[in-house]
């Protein structure tokens, strides 16, 4: 039996948008609105099984109703770039699901559904309708039911036409005449001025239709009566205007939206691009990138593979030695089962070179016999060329084997040719090189509870096969670097801050876990107290933690203005309760009490869980492959996001210790780097003088575009313009700006262009970057980092307008990105070449941290930031603040 699904495209995009936080992923794109419209989908889907499908557009501005009402719909603002960058992107996620999409010039989205649910009742199909608009409530029949996205996109109420005689007291018809009568400002439809919906539906109970309220108007009474009487043309105009049009001419018939299900490979692309992981693990979609167990199986057999298990391999083994002793370019890979480097388990390993692939298990490598293979994985002078070495130096490290002497990382390089690919498995990066044989790790191992290692034969083709795959790639990719002009970026930066990093992530850094837990006892004390205060205010005790129970005390016992509704009760999210804050004392108390709770339970008891047991130190990640930025990523704890706005987030920070007696903490924060590199770079006068003259740079932009002195820039002045200097860094909008001061988007966008009045070499810059960006395909950071913008030359407006806007931001953010990873290792050659006891340890945004020895700290205080300032030659200098103390809070 056939069961459509037809969804407003529009109206549920516009919904996901403003209910969801903002979202992006590593290359900088906007997702909010793709995330809820997917998560959507998917729950539709699965709930309601149907077999046809079809998304339906607006298409364009200008429809039919302009005709004879010219400001249909004027009175909305222009759609904030962060959502219309969205769209061509979900319509190509739309594809990926293999769901049908339409749009007709001329015609609105509603229209096409309303053509097509005529088209249900005449064939008696039943059917589906999906918006966020009640003005689809007209279009409901005993075949077409209106689902009407609340919370956001999550939840749907069902509208049949006795759900709507129930809630209105009316049949689907009069929703017409109700948005007749009402108007609807949304679509500045004006209907009659005084009438409501309250109002309106006690007409329409009494008369039945507008035309029968005007007919009647003699009846009513006072200021309705003269209101009615006075905009009856308004009435009549509305009622056209909100009624669907239902003959649009679709040529197209309805076989043409069947819906078989979406592919699996197709969808995990389309997910993987926009970083969806979550939505590739529920439906274990798992990594499709790669060819069949079956076709590796094949291209095993073409490979001569030594396997070395014991010392009856002698001969295989003194082969695979003399090789590397040789220096012979080769291909390593080694097996490290688990994300966290710290906790792999190393299975096995292969190295490619000349005629053979030489495989081992772990098992053999750490046998006596293999002695002499672990003495090459030590020497710095023996080159390495392989794949994700910076995990595989953490995993053998702690495996007690030394390693050193990376030559070339082919994830390192594929990831420096593509920042934007997310898919830097060897298998997808020996796909997009057009190489073959590959099997992706979950063909070979499965996934989540299906994880199993394979039998002896299968695991050795896999390790052969791999390894074989890294020494076709490396001259591929070595080549690839040379023609980009990326090659000094890997070799005199990426690739040794890799090593760089390696130590500071195996040396750690020591945590009190006493002070923690003292912390946390402080915390939960706390929450004791406020949880009593606002029992004190509730009059009652309830559970804080449900949104339920909370929900009936704040909107039924204390009688707050309900904001928003869910399948469960009241809603209670952030943004309510926020919005609630002035209404009664008892909202500070709740939002406080979240706050701690959260750092109660993700941050010091997070952080209780990460420390090693051997080492009483937490040893982070650093993940140099997932920015496209070329930002470094801290995760396996993530000690890049510890709070510290809230003075009990930043008392974390105390537990932070060095790991000697007697020793220091030191952290050099760079100052306001990326407006800095954003000066040279727009050569801009205003901004140079302001840093070369040392200027508050917020205050200098208040004082310039409010045209005051600086004792006249007030603390509301310098925070506009703090949030327009940043904002410009990452190419903010208007409705960004808007957001970020919590003005009309009017004042924002005239805020933007006094900015860029003022800052003419900013605006000069924006303007030549994009034009640079269309003819060469790409932007570069000063240190000739690549970020391709193939959107750039898209016909698409808002693609390419998204574009535009990583063009301009890109050279900022990734030069400031550049440069600190530049500190990084000119640091630790300073260290080395001083041979000074202290240690680098952390690097978070824009600072380092390190332990340093009482004798060493007046020498410390100047060579960090003096190294930090020197990084990389600009216009205008460099800045970085010191501070220290006996632990990490006080070092800030």
Known sequence: MEKWMLIDGNSIAYRAFFALPPLTNSAGQHTNALYGFTTMLLKLLDELKPTHVLVAFDAGKVTFRHEGYSEY???????????????????????????????????????????????????????????????????????????V??????????????????????????????????????????????????????????????????????????????????????????????????????????????YSGYDGATLAEAFRKLEFKSLLERLDLGESVGDSAEEAKQSAAELNIAIITSEEDGESLSELLSALQQDKEHGLYIEAIGENPHQAEIIGMSVATGDAVYVLPYSALKKPFAAGLVEWFSQADKPKYGFDLHKVELALAWSGIRYAGTA????????????????????????????????????????????????????????ALRGDAVRKLVPILTADLEKSGMSKLYFELEQ???????????????????????????????????????????????????????GEILFEKLELPARKKTKTGYSTDAEVLEDLAPYHPIIPLILHYRQLAKLQSTYVEGLLKEVRGE???????????????????????????????????????????????????????????????????????????????????????AMDVFGVTADQVDSNMRRQAKAVNFGIVYGISDYGLSQNLGISRNDAGRFIEQYKEVFKGVRQFMEDIVVQARRDGYVTTLLER???????????????????????????????????????????????????????????????????????????????????SGALKLHVPLKADVSFGVNWYEAK
């Open 615 to 701: 080492t009483g130190k937490i040893h982070t990640y650093y993940r140099q492959t997932i920015a496209a930025t070329g930002r470094l990523s801290s995760q396996f704890p993530n000690l890049q996001n510890i709070p510290i706005r809230l003075e009990e987030g930043r008392q974390i920070r105390k537990a932070f210790v060095p790991s000697e007696p007697g020793w220091y903490i030191v952290a050099a924060d760079y100052s306001q780097i990326e407006l800095r590199v954003l000066a040279h770079i727009a050569d801009d006068e205003n901004l140079k003088e302001a840093f070369i003259h040392d200027m508050d740079i917020h205050t200098k932009t």
């Open 786 to 868: 690549r970020r391709f913008l193939p959107e750039i030359k898209a016909s698409n407006f808002n693609l390419r307008s998204f574009a535009e806007r990583t063009a301009m931001n890109s050279p900022i953010q990734g030069t400031a990105a550049d440069i600190i990873k530049l500190a990084m290792v000119q640091m630790d050659e300073a260290l080395r070449e001083r041979k000074l006891k202290s240690r680098m340890l952390l690097q978070v945004h824009d600072e380092l941290v390190f332990e340093v020895p009482e004798e060493e700290l007046e020498l410390m205080k100047s060579l960090v930031p003096e190294v930090m």
């Open 408 to 463: 070339f990382d082919v994830q390192l390089a594929a990831y420096l040719l593509d920042p934007t690919d997310t898919a830097l498995s060897l298998s997808a990066i020996t796909g997009k090189q057009g190489l073959s044989g590959i099997a992706s790790d979950e063909a070979v191992y499965g996934k989540g509870a299906k994880f199993k290692v394979p039998d002896a034969d299968t695991l050795c083709r896999h390790l």
């Open 149 to 258: 996205t609340r919370k956001g996109v999550s939840e749907v109420d069902m509208y049949s036409p006795k759900a709507i005689q129930e809630k209105y007291g009316l049949v689907p018809q009069q929703i017409i005449d109700l948005k007749g009568l009402m108007g609807d400002t949304s679509d500045n439809i004006p209907g009659v001025p005084g009438v409501g919906e309250k109002t309106a539906l006690k007409l329409l109970h009494e008369h039945g239709t507008v035309e029968q309220v005007l007919e009647n108007a003699g009846e009513l009474k006072g200021k309705l009566k003269e209101n009615i009487e006075t905009h009856k043309d308004s009435a009549l105009m509305s009622k056209k205007l909100a009624t669907i049009f239902r003959e649009v001419p679709l040529e197209s018939g309805t076989d043409e939206l069947r």
């Open 496 to 550: 040794p801050l890799s090593r760089v990093l390696a130590g500071m992530e195996l040396q750690g850094i020591t945590v009190k876990k006493q002070e923690l837990e003292e912390l946390g006892r402080n915390l939960e004390s706390q929450l004791v107290t406020i949880m009593s205060d606002i029992y004190k205010h509730a009059g009652v005790e309830f559970n804080i933690g449900s949104p339920k129970q909370l």
């Open 73 to 147: 719909k004027g009175g909305r603002q222009k759609t904030p770039p962060e959502l219309s960058e969205q769209f061509p992107v979900l319509k190509e996620l739309i594809r990926s699901f293999g769901i049908a999409q339409f749009e007709l010039s001329g015609y609105e989205a509603d229209d096409i559904i309303g053509t097509l649910t005529k088209r249900a009742d005449e064939q008696g199909v039943e059917t589906i309708v999906v918006s966020g608009d009640k003005d689809m409530l007209q279009l409901a029949s005993d075949k077409v039911t209106i689902a």
